[in-house]
């Protein structure tokens, strides 16, 4: 069965909530103390969840299949350390579960974040990645993105770097 995809609503923001946990904690736990991945996932709070769902400076997008929640994308307005040439908009998070990669799904929520970029005006889409994580950065070369520098991201205690990629639309 192909997975569904949809807008959510604040009344979807525990399933997205556990989905990022699960799908963080899968992919990249490993790499960190215990502490500072707690750290980081008690920041996610239920409240912030409600409260981004609800703002219309944010987009969401949820995939399921079979009722049961495999992915989910959020586009938000500028926090990267980035000067963008124009009107723009960031992907803070795209997560699949590890049932669904590799299944064309990822492609499916790319196409439509992208379509919703362009929707809301954006000139250009920025997001960071963990330069370990060399699958993701091929995904996103494939789409055009290209590196514009690197980023500090901090898992509680622990600095990560990211590189900083950019699509011009």
């Known amino acids: 069965m192909t997975a569904a995809l949809r807008t959510p609503t604040v009344a979807d923001a525990e ?57 989910f994308a959020k586009l938000g307005p500028h926090s990267l350390p980035v000067t963008p040439a124009g009107p723009m908009i960031e992907l803070r998070q795209l ?33 960071s990645v963990y330069v370990d994580n060399v699958r993701a950065r091929r995904f996103y070369e494939r789409y055009g993105f290209e590196e514009v520098g690197l980023y500090t991201f901090m898992v509680g205690n622990h600095p990560d770097e990211d590189h900083l990629m950019r699509l011009q639309l």
């Open 95 to 127: 997560y699949l579960t590890a049932g669904q990669q590799g299944s064309g799904l990822a492609a499916r929520m790319m196409d439509r974040v992208i379509a919703t970029a362009r929707a809301r005006g954006a000139a250009e889409l920025f997001l």
């Open 15 to 71: 399933v997205i909530a556990a989905l990022m946990a699960d799908c963080f904690t899968a992919t990249f736990g490993h790499l960190y103390d215990p502490a500072d991945l707690a750290s980081f996932l008690d920041g996610l709070t239920l409240e912030r969840w409600r409260a981004e769902l609800a703002d219309p400076a944010f987009a969401f997008l949820l995939a399921e299949e079979d009722g049961a929640a495999v992915g």
